[in-house]
Structures are given as C-alpha cells and as structure tokens.
C-alpha cells in the first residue's frame, strides 16, 4: 500500500475544521498536521482529529521534512507569502480561495510552482461537487437544447461581526464577493459554455450595522454558445426559508431549476413530466473529490482539475468586474 500523504495546515479556523471533517475518510490515504501562531489551538485541532503532529508556527511546518504538502486556510492577505515559502521548501500546496489578490500574484505563483516541479491545487471545492458534475452532464449531453439563459442566485443575510477578518478588504482580498461569491461565479463559469465577456453592477452599499463590507454584486454576462447570463450575490438580503436559493439554466428545449447548494434540482423539457433528480449528498460541497484530486495529482504527476492556469480564467472575469467600479 503506498505511503499516505502527509499534509499540513497552516491556520486552525472556521474552514481548516470544515476540510478537516471531510478527511476523516481518508486517513489511510492522508494524515493531518495542524499550524497556528497560538500553539494551544493547533494542538487543539489536532487531538480533535487524530492529526500526527502539531506546530507553534507555520515555517515550522513548512520546514518540517516529514510533510508532503500544506493546506494555507489562513486570509487571502497571507496566502502569497506562505504559498511561495512551501514551494521553495519543495512541498505541494491546496490554497484556499480566493487564492491570490491580483492576476499578477497568480503569474509569480505559477512560475515558482514550475521551478519547484510541485502541484499547485486552488480549492474551489465547489468545482468538485456533485451540483456541478451533474449540470455539467445534463447541458454537455444537450438535455435542455440550445441554451439561452443562465441565472443564478445566491442570497442570504449572513453578516460578519465587528471583529471578522473579512471586514478588513486588505485582509481578505476585496468585498464580499471577491471573497465569496467566486465560488459562484466559478460554478457559471465552469458548466461547459467559456463567459467571454462580463460586467458588475454594486448597488450602493449599507454603512449601518457593525459587518462593513461591501456585501452584494449583480453580475451579467455573455457565453460563447450565444447564451446570456447573471448572478446575484448578497450577504445582506433575507433568503426564502432561510437558505434556499434557486437558480436555473434555461434552453430552447427545457428548463433546470437547481437549489443553488446542490440538495435538489427539476429538469423540465418538452413533451415529458418534471424530473426530480438528487445530485448526491455524500460529498455535497466536493470536498472529498477535491482531496482526491490533489493526492492523485501528486502522485501522478498530472494537473489538478483546479489547477492555476484554471484559477486564472476566474481571476480575469474577476478584473472585468471591478476595473470599472
């Protein structure tokens, strides 16, 4: 059986707990080590997950011989600075998204991921879920005919105290939906049809309230196969049921309504009863595939689904948006 593969995380928050869970399934195949500058939290992490080891900083891990690869889940302000230092110190690396602030950042990445001869992997876990897979399935095999809309959703209030990072743009890279809602922009970009050309629209922004951000986007945009499409994005705005979003890709031949999470969809074309179809709940956020990727990419030598050159056509649809604003 060939040797697990021996990661370490630099930060011990919110997501690295959320990566953490779905690994429990792999510990023959990955084992953990947990970073952070307070020392008591990393050893914290890791006796709630069996981790093999814990560390007082992150170069301590970064240097420590024993670890293949890193997972930096710190603010996107410090993913750079880490991502460079683990490829020099020769290991792989799964970055968080957003991963870098500017395109230019991506560049400098890929070339020392090339001098390094490592993989880079952007985690955009929502490239892997089963929402994703499946509606790229059902537009690739032409279910809904010629498409001519996508719409997309993405609205809840969920705002961030005073003291939340995100707060602070130069910490998390840009506003909400830099920070966030590229997930979703992702997953419109993602289904098949490249968007080749997009435009944003902020409307203005609250100043009430201790969650400072700028906190909701409008996006439109135009695909290659003709067909038009928006998302909307707030995290200011109650939702139905509290979380249930809807979005939909629309043809000439039927329609599919999807919850924007990935729980349930309807295909409805000419001529046939709605079908109700379950994604799959297993692996909902694609976590699980995402880690799969990332070991096999590793030992096989091959790109990532999620590789930079990937992240990097999301990056620029990213520049379209805000050069204007």
């Known amino acids: 059986m060939p040797s697990p593969l021996r ?7 919110f ?26 939290k990393a050893a914290e992490f890791c006796g709630e997950f069996r981790g093999t080891g814990s560390y007082s900083d992150y170069a301590e891990a970064i240097n420590d011989p024993n670890i293949d ?14 991502t460079l230092q683990a490829l020099s110190a020769g290991k792989h690396v799964l970055v968080e998204k957003p991963a870098y602030p500017t395109t230019a950042d991506y560049h400098v990445v890929r070339e020392a991921r090339d001098k390094a001869k490592r993989i880079v992997l952007v985690g955009e876990n929502d490239h892997y879920k089963p929402l994703a897979i499946k509606l790229r399935k059902l537009l690739a095999d ?9 719409h997309f959703s993405s609205i809840v209030k969920r705002l961030k105290t005073a003291g939340d ?32 050309s997009i435009e944003g629209f902020r409307p203005e922004p609250s ?5 400072k951000r700028v906190k909701s986007m409008m996006v439109s945009f135009r695909y290659d196969n003709g067909a038009v499409g928006s998302l909307y994005y707030s995290r200011e705005i109650p939702s139905m049921l509290k979380g249930l979003r809807l979005s939909k ?18 295909v409805r074309t000419d001529g046939s009863l709605p ?8 692996d909902i956020r694609g976590y699980q595939a995402m880690y799969r990727d990332f070991r096999e990419a590793i030992v096989t030598g091959r790109a990532p689904q999620m590789s930079l050159e990937r992240a990097i056509e999301d990056q620029l649809l990213m520049d379209q948006i805000y050069a204007p604003l």
């Open 165 to 196: 990072w995100r707060n602070d743009e130069s910490m998390a890279g840009g506003d909400a939906f830099f920070e966030e809602g590229i997930h979703w922009l992702h997953l419109a970009a993602s289904l098949g049809p490249k968007i080749t």
């Open 275 to 282: 079908r109700i179809m379950f994604p799959g709940f297993r």
């Open 7 to 13: 990661i370490a995380f630099l930060g011990c928050g």
């Open 142 to 150: 032409g279910v809904i005919g010629e498409m001519v809309f996508g």
């Open 69 to 82: 690869a890193v997972v930096i889940a710190v603010p996107p302000k410090f993913h750079l600075n880490l």
């Open 249 to 266: 890709l629309m043809g000439r031949k039927g329609v599919i309504t999807f919850e924007s999470n990935g729980a349930i969809m309807l």
């Open 207 to 211: 100043t009430a309230g201790p969650d």
């Open 15 to 40: 997501i690295t707990r959320v990566h953490s869970r779905n690994l429990r399934r792999f510990r023959s195949e990955i084992v953990c080590g947990y970073a952070s500058r307070d020392k008591a």
